[in-house]
């Protein structure tokens, strides 16, 4: 099985940057695609952005392109969120997920609450 720890979650001003972490532990392949996703409060979960492990190819939401920069690094296990030019309408928890078959989502982190004051 798979496990999933997000850290790296605060308080910040609006204008500033966090880096979120995703330890990903027990059975693991190249074959998955890791994923960043939020859910504001009151809101839906939203995608965020997403690598695939194989190549390293990296996909955004247009509302953080350019602001936002998904990496993993092999050696820790460790998938990574660069939050930088924060908004306060990036408030929300922030969930790492692992698609193990296909685009299918199918193990979950706890979360990690990020909030940003204007």
């Known amino acids: 099985q798979v496990q999933l720890v997000e850290s790296g979650g605060g308080l910040v001003q609006a204008g500033g940057s966090l880096r979120l972490s995703c330890v990903v532990s027990?059975?693991?392949?190249?074959?998955?695609?890791m994923g960043w996703f939020r859910r504001p409060s009151g809101k839906e979960r939203e995608y965020v952005a997403s690598?695939?492990?194989?190549?390293?190819?990296?996909y955004y939401a247009d509302s953080v392109k350019g602001r936002f920069t998904i990496s993993r690094d092999n050696a820790k296990n460790t998938v990574y969120l660069e939050m930088n030019s924060l908004k306060p309408e990036d408030t929300a928890v922030y969930y790492c997920?692992?698609?193990?078959?296909?685009?299918?989502?199918?193990?979950w982190g706890q979360g990690t609450q990020v909030t940003v004051s204007s």
């Open positions: 027990g059975r693991t392949s190249s074959d998955y695609v």
């Open positions: 997920a692992v698609a193990r078959l296909g685009n299918i989502y199918d193990v």
């Open positions: 690598i695939k492990w194989r190549s390293d190819s990296t």
